[in-house]
């Protein structure tokens, strides 16, 4: 499946941000989806995932209760909803997709999409 992220740029603190991730060439509903991200000079992180049915979604501790995932099947979307930003929130977004639910390493994502760039300033 071919990913491509949206909704980048550049948002004051505090300020909120949504994501989206389009889905082609397969399938989109199998796969349990994620977000990932990776600040400048730093590894890439888990940020959150959803299953194949958008069910059970997974945070990491430093987003759970700021940002909301989601998808949407029928248009082969999905969604990564950022309120309260931080300065600490700065980076490149990727969306991924895996066969496994509820996986936060990267290793079990088989496809990326390129990614897009959130800078939140202070």
């Known amino acids: 499946v071919q990913l491509v992220e949206s909704g980048g740029g550049l948002v004051q603190a505090a300020g909120s941000l949504r994501l989206s991730c389009a889905a082609s060439?397969?399938?989109?509903?199998?796969?349990?989806m994620a977000w990932f991200r990776q600040a400048p000079g730093k590894e890439r992180e888990f940020v959150a995932a959803i299953t194949w049915r958008g069910g059970f979604p997974l945070y990491s501790d430093s987003v759970k209760g700021r940002f909301t995932i989601s998808r949407d099947n029928a248009k082969n979307t999905l969604s990564l909803q950022m309120d309260s930003l931080k300065p600490e929130d700065t980076a490149v977004y990727y969306c991924?997709?895996?066969?496994?639910?509820?996986?936060?390493?990267?290793?079990?994502?088989?496809?990326w999409g390129q990614g897009t760039l959130v800078t939140v300033s202070s």
């Open positions: 060439g397969q399938t989109f509903s199998p796969y349990a």
């Open positions: 991924a997709a895996s066969r496994i639910a509820g996986v936060r390493v990267d290793r079990a994502y088989e496809s």
